[in-house]
């Protein structure tokens, strides 16, 4: 499976931006489709995650401004951003899993960076 991120871009404080991951194949078997981030000089961290039976998962600091969800008819995985602050600043890359532990993570996109001005 590839997977390419899109939607990063720059934008200011208190703004929004709607990530896409879109899957080479059927992401109907993965068990969490996952969106990590890294920040430079940090470790890649957590996200969201929405397993396929659609239970979702997030980092209790994003939680109410982060919303994950997946589209598989179009193999496509989203991450809608409210309220972006600059500490969201990081390359934002999107991953298929068999859990939401890191070390599960089979492949990766190249990440999409999203840069929040203030």
């Known amino acids: 499976v590839q997977l390419v991120e899109s939607g990063g871009e720059m934008v200011q404080a208190g703004g929004s931006l709607r990530l896409s991951c879109t899957a080479s194949?059927?992401?109907?078997?993965?068990?969490?489709m996952t969106w990590y981030r890294q920040a430079p000089g940090k470790e890649r961290e957590l996200v969201a995650a929405?397993?396929?039976?659609?239970?979702?998962y997030y980092a209790d600091s994003l939680k109410g401004r982060f919303t994950i969800s997946r589209d598989n008819a179009k193999n496509t995985l989203y991450l809608q951003m409210n309220s972006l602050k600059p500490e969201d600043t990081a390359k934002y890359y999107c991953?298929?899993?068999?859990?939401?532990?890191?070390?599960?993570?089979?492949?990766w996109g190249q990440g999409t960076q999203v840069t929040v001005s203030s």
């Open positions: 194949g059927s992401i109907v078997r993965i068990m969490y």
């Open positions: 991953a298929a899993c068999r859990s939401i532990r890191k070390e599960t993570c089979d492949y």
């Open positions: 929405t397993s396929n039976g659609l239970t979702t």
